[in-house]
C-alpha cells in the first residue's frame, strides 16, 4: 500500500508546528535558517528514499521481525533500543508541547495533569491496537482533516494581511552559513519515514517513484508554510515575539460569516486530532519495538507496566517542563534526531545490501 | 403357504420395540395420535402429533392412496417412491423429528417418515422497520421454508449454498447458514460456525439474540451483525460475500459480517438516483456526527469556551440561558433524559396513544419547561435535533449504540470542555477501528476488501 508510506511522512509535516519548528526557524531567519531548510530539503529526501529502499527488501515485516534472527543480540538492542527513546521522546514532546498549547489557547483554567489524563487514555487505545488499525485510524483522521487544511491554507495565502514583503526580506538571508539547529528542525517535517520501522508491515509491495516526487513538493510546501507565512503575518521582526508562531497567526484569521469566527478555533480543533495522531504514531512504534526487543511472548501484566512507565515519563514531564525549557531541549533534541537517522539510515541500508547481495 | 407370507409382513421384533418405545415417549401427551388403518390384504399404523402435523396432507397422501391401492405390494412401492417419504435411520433422530411435526409410518417391517409438518406464519410480511419510499415492499415471512424460498427467487445462483444447524438446548431452532461459495471469504465463514457452534442457549428464538450473545464474548458496544427483515437486502448482501443466517420462526435475517458501511446503508441507496443516493448518504453521516457530538459540544461551547462562536451568537446563546438556574450539563442531561423517555414510551404504546404521548412530552413539556425558566430556548432546538437525527441512521440496532455513545462524549465534555468532545469523537471512531466483526474491520475508509495479497 503505497499510499501508507506517504500518510507517515504527512503526518510529520503537519504536526511540525507543535513540535517548535516555526519557532526555531524563525529564531535563525537572519542566521542561516533559510540556507538550513534547503539544504535539508535533499537530505530529507535522500534518507526517505534510502531508507524505505532498504525496507522495501523486506516486504511486510517490521524491524523486529526482520533483526530477529541476528547473531548479534546486543547490537540489535542497543539498534532498536535507540530509535525506540528516540521515538518515545518524540511522541513525548508533541504531547507536552501540545498540552501547553491547549493550557494557553482553550482551557486556562484546567490543571495541565488533568488535560493530560485525556490525552493518554485516548493515546493509549490508539497505540495498543494491530498496526494495522492504526494505519486504518490514520487514513480516516486525515481524510477527515484534510478539507481544513486545504482550507486554512487557503486563507492564509489570501489574506490581505500576509506581507510578501516581510517574506522577501527573510528570503534575501539566503546566502548565510547554514544553521544546524535549523536545518535539523527541518529535516523533522521528512522524518516520518522512520515509522516505516514498524509500518512497514502494512507495506507490502514496492514503493513507486511517484511518492518521493510527492514528497518533495509537499515537503517545499509545508517547510514554505511553516516558516515563511508567520514572517508574512507579523513581520520579519515581529514574528520572534511568539511562542507558538503558527497558532498566533491562526488567530491572526478571521472568517466573516462563519458562526466560527476565529480560525484559531478551528485550527486548534484539527490538530487535536492530528497531534493525537501522531503522538500514538509514534508511541506505537516504541511499544512495537519494546515488545521486539524483550523476545519473549507477550503479557499483559508487561504491557501495563509500558503504559505505566509511559504515563509517569508524560507526568514527570507536564511537572517539570516549562515552555521554554521545553523549546530550548526540543532545538537539540532536534539535531540528536537527524544524527540517529542518519546513522541509522546508514547502517540499515549498508547491513540491507550486504544481507540480500 | 398363506402363513408364511403373512410372517414375512408382520413386523419383526426390532421395529415392535421401537414402535413401543415411540409410542411410550410420545402418548402422554393430549395431541400425540396413534393411527392405525386396515384392509383386507394390509394394515399400516401412524404415529404423529396433530397440533403440529397437517392432517390433511396426511389423509391426502397416506389414507386415501391406503384404500385406493389394493395390493400390499404396490403401496410399499408407493410410499417408498413419494417425494414426502424418507427412510428411517435411527430412534432418536426419529423422536426429534417427531417433536417438530413429521409422522412416523410402520408399515410392513419398516418405518417411514413422512413429512406432515404443517407451515404456519408462511405468510410474506410488510416491512415495518426499514422502510423505503421505493422498491420492493414486502419483508420475509416467520417460517424458514418461504424465507429460503423468497432469498431462492431474487438469488437464482447455482452457487447459493444452504447449510443448517440448530441452536438452542430446549428450543433446538432451525438455522439455516446461506452463503455463495463463490465469492463467500472463507475465513469468515468459518468463524462464523465457530462461533454459531459456541453459542450456549436454552431458548434462541431469533436472530437478534445472536447480537446480544456475541456481545457477551466481547462486550461491543456495537452491533456487529445486521439484522434485517428485507429479503432484497439479503440478496444484495449475499451478492457482496457475506453469509446470512435464517433463524426458524423469525421473520429477520442476520447478516455477517458486517461493517459501519452496511449499517449507514438504506436499500434505498440502490433505488434513487446516483446523486440523490449521495446526497442521502452524506445527510446519515451528518447527522449521525450531529446526534454524537451536538449535546457534547453544547455544554463544551457555553460552559468553557463561550469565545468559540462570534460574538453574536455567544450572546444569545448566553441570553437564553440567563433564567436557568443550574450549569449546562445538568440541563443536557435533564432534557436527554426526557427524550430518552419520549421515544422510549412511543414505542411501546399502543399505536393508538402514541402520537397523544409525542405531542404531549415533546411540544407542551419542552415549551413549558422554557417558560418556567427550566431550560433554554436552545437547548430544546439541540434536543430535538439530536433526537431527529439519531433517527437518519437507517439500522434500529445501530442508531441505539450512537444512543449511548453520546453520552460518553457527553461525560467527556463536562470534565474536559472542547478537549472532550474532539477526543471523545476520535476515541469513539479508534474503537470502532478496533472492533471487528468476524475478522473484517468494523471501520476502514476504503472499505472495499483489498485485492488479496
Redesign the interface.
Known sequence: ?NRYFLYLVILNMLINVIIFIPKILIEYRYKGAVMGVLIAIPIGIGMNYLYSHALNKFPGQGLPEILAHSKYRWLVNLHLGSIQIMWFSAGLITLLGFTDI?SRF??PE?PKL??IT??L??IF??IQ?PT??VM??L???L?LNTPLIGFIIYKTLTSEFLSWDSILEVGTHLFEKPSLKAMAAATYSFSGFTNLIIFNRVI??RLKIWNFIIILFLGIFNLFTTFFIPIGFHGSDGAQEYLYPWISTSDSLRLVY?????VL?IFL?FY??IS?MSISIHWHVALELLKGTFKEKENKKKNWMILAAFTCCAFAGVLFLNTVLLNKITAYWMILLLGVEVITVTIFFLWARRRTA | MKEIVRSMEMPSNKVLSIKEDLKEKIMQSEDAVFKELHTKEKYIEALYIKTISDETVIQDYVVKPFFEITTAERFLDYLQSHPKVKPFENEEQTLEELIRGVAILFYQDFIFIFDSKVDRNNSVLDTTVETTIQGPQSGLSESLPTNLGLIRHRYPETTLKVESTTIGAISKTKVMILHDEKLVDQDVLRRVKEFLASVDIQMFQTGEQLLDLIKKSNRALFPVMLVTERPDRVAVNLAAGKVVLLVSGSSFAVVLPTVMKDFMASMEDIYQTYWVSIFLQVLRYVGFVTSLILPGLYVAVTSYNPELFRFQLALSIAGSRTAVPYPSFVEVVIMLFMMELLTEASIRLPKAIGPTATTVGGLILGQAATEAGLVSNIMIIIVSAVAISNFVVPINAFSFSVRIVKYIILALATCFGLVGVVLGFFMFLAYMVKLDSFGQPFLTLVQTKSSKE
Open positions: 500500500m491547549l482553550v482551557n484546567m488533568f488535560l485525556i490525552y487514555a485516548a487505545l490508539i491496537l494495522k488499525r486504518y485510524f487514513e480516516i483522521v481524510y507490502k509491495e462563519s458562526p466560527i469566527e476565529r478555533y480543533m487535536m486530532s493525537l
